[in-house]
């Protein structure tokens, strides 16, 4: 008996063992020791994005590149939802992890709670490249004028419809609450996107403080026109190309995405009002490698870089002036920016503890009913 | 070494590797999500707690937004582990008792075949076989039966065919481990009494299957019940079940209050159900005289 | 023989049920040589999902690490779990009544608040993301499965023939080998494959427990999340499970062919 368990013992270990060893494989974990600091010769860092899958800065245009640009790794990890992004940071991943991409929403709170660090734009080439606008968002810098956001891609949420089932001009989000279009309506399912949308299309002063009770009232009413809550770029191209929904809001990289696949969609920018973003990079707080950190942001900035994402089919609207004025008319109609890009637009930003979960628990009652 | 004796010794320490286990990586845990589940907010970087609250718990059940979806969730569940349990029946008998025994394992291994793959992608799949203009809605349009510009895709029905396929292994399974064992001398003896076949199923098949079945039951019904991948893909607006409540706590905002809060009321609501359908299947079976 | 048109009609059932799981499979290798993405006709052959899995994509290292984690953590789970079942039949009833209630813990309790949790019990012991760390978060949620099973084949199978064996004056590992681990074999394997299964699909635990940079195969599809999924994960699908499918029949008649011989001995 006992023979048999110390047998039974040793082929745990063994197994144990064997998985603990399986790294040979897999991509180098980054490194955790200090540099000393003889830097006679040149050991190759490896820099550790966190950003979404298939979001541009792990295409072969932007990891090679870099990668031979600065003699350096590039690893990226992968996050499904914001929140998570941050909470990869609180547990752990503060030391390790060099730049990430927090958006518009998240950015503010991100620094606030100290998990990433200002940037010295004085040091990057291609900061004041970038759209003004954006470079000022009001989350991005602080009191003492402290960068700690580089914006990047940015885009709407708007209205798309299908032209060829909808002959009308659509103008307004009534659309979507209209009973036209009852049982084929696609919503974006993001509690922040929800309600500002709500908001606009209530028409309230202060879409970031609007009245809640009205604004689940209209989501309720909503509701009985949808079909689906979309959240990824699947979810909405199935049933649209299969013709199940014909008219919703989607980001203008999805409109983008149908458009130069040759079907038929129309984007247009209600006039009360569309929901704008923008992604910015930053610089985790103990990065392993600040330096190789901010040179990715500049090249995360750079013109070469955005016009490529740009004529990704799954790119996004680049916010380098020169890389904007670059695109082509044509790239320019399948971003719908063609000739101008919009104005009126009502960036999405930071909200405190209380108001996230108040417009939380609102998107889950509208949901839940 | 006194091997010929009951080794009840032994005994204690043949299930020590799994207890350790248990107690590190299950009971502190639970320990954890019972103290989150009164810590006002969130635990911030350094560890600190702002306070101690039952605000968590009493929120749950001010507005009906858990209550119903909680209903919603069980109701959701019990249907789906009732058509697991159908369809595993007839199944799992025929794979123990009906193919020839050089086929056993082999049809056991191909029942999870399908989950070599991910969970996301047979997910896909069924939404390609049902989706409008698809494969089933053209046949059904051509049989006038349904319209084949819409489907019965983002719907509860959908939720339940997905979920179904998805579980639908593991009721399998362990109806089949038990079954499996059921001694063929009992069956053959039991008809040749002149029992016939409802009577061989009440009175022997029925008893001897129950530990595979509540094991069945377990593993379905609590995981269904919890679900939150197949209610956002396939479920529609209508659709949403308490698992995305739950997930929403951690992953949209981080709330972790909250969201210990509800896991652990969860929790206590599946055990307290576990447990009546155990105590209820076992007294239906002494009612119906079925063996101990 | 009387049962005929019973165990006609069963064979009927398991063949519905058989075709009713395997159908999406069918679509999934079909779509995986449809150039129209979504499954959507018309159907336009190609090849190209394949080249692109083989050439560009992170797919093969993922499913590799997600194979060999999933088969560790299936192994340990059928060991330690029949070892769990068997003490069991031998501690007071009391205690086993506990173990097993804590055993159904890591299936109620959702995994998502299990991963986290053990994140942060990992982090506060140092160990952090780690191999080790996710080996084990995938090992107590498939333990209960394989302890199930095996428990399962006890409560209602005879125990005559071991207390006949123990009489018959067999030390207590002879009397395991023959006639206790046949008897518990279909529930071992049955636990080892719902282990495996469950493993290869446990996606909140790799994603919070395993290194940053290592992804296994659930955390590579599942965070494709932003863009949505692209084909090539149809071809890896139909790979694998051709691949599956081939090794099990492989095995089944190697399997039968070595115990014809045996028992022709």
Redesign the interface.
Known sequence: MKKFISLLIVVLMVTTMFVGCSPEEQQSEPPSEEETPEVEEEEVKTLTVLNWKGYGSDADYSVDVFEEMYNCKVEHVYFTSLEEMLTMLRTGGLGTIDVLLPNSNVLLQAWQEGLIQPIDTSKMENYSLLRDDLRNFEDAIDEEGNVYGVPWAWGTTSLGYNPEVIEEDITSWKALWDDKYEGKVAYFDDYNTAILTAALYLEEDDPYNPDLEKVEEALLDLKENTRTYWSSYDDFLKPYGSGEIVIGNMWVGLASTIYRSGDPVEYVYPEEGTVGWSDFWAIATDAPNPDLALKWLDFMSSEQFQTDFANDPYGAIPSNVNSLESLTDDLKKAFFIYPEPPTNLVMQASQDEETKQAWLDVWNNVKAQ | MT??E???S??????????L??L???????G??IFFSFID??I??SGEIRGFTIENLTRMFS?F?FT??MFKSVGIGILVTVICIV?SY??A???AK??KS??K??????????????????I??????F????VIMTLLGSLNLADS???I??SNLAVIIVLV?EY???M???L???I????DNLISAS?SLGAG?WNTFKNIVFP?????LL?GI??VL??VT?SFVEP??VG???G?MV??????Q???????G???AL?FV??II??II?AVIKKSINSANKSIGGME | MKNTKFNLFIKIWLLCTYAIIFIPILVIIIMSFNKTPFGMLPFKFTLEWYQLLFEGSNLFAATILSLKLSGAVAITSMIIGTLTAVGAQYVPKKVSNLLMSVAQLPIIIPWLVQAIALLLIFNLTGLGRSYIGMYFGNLIVVLPYCIMMVIARFNEADRTPEDAARMLGATYPLVFKDVIFPMLLPGIITGGLMSFMVSFNAFAMQYFLAPFGVRTLPMEIFTMIRVGYKPDMNALASIIMIITIAFVLLLNKLGYSASRLMKSK
């Open positions: 091997d010929n009951k080794p009840i032994k005994g204690g320490t043949m299930i020590l590797p799994s207890s286990l248990f590190c990586l299950s009971l502190i845990p639970l954890m999500l907010g969130n911030n970087m507005s937004t119903k979806l369809i007839p199944t008998w025929g794979i009906v193919v050089k086929y394992n082999l049809l056991m291994m191909l029942i999870i075949v399908p989950f070599f793959t991910s969970q996301l992608l047979l896909y799949a069924i939404m390609v076989i989706q409008a203009k698809g510009s819409t489907s895709l983002y396929y639908l292994p593991y399998i399974l362990s089949y481990t038990s499996e064992g059921i001694d008809q076949r001897m299957s129950i530990p595979g094991s377990l593993l609590v995981p919890g956002t893909l529609g607006p209508n949403m698992g995305s409540l739950i997930n929403s951690f992953t949209v905002v981080l709330n972790m909250y969201g210990a896991s969860f929790l599946l055990s576990m």
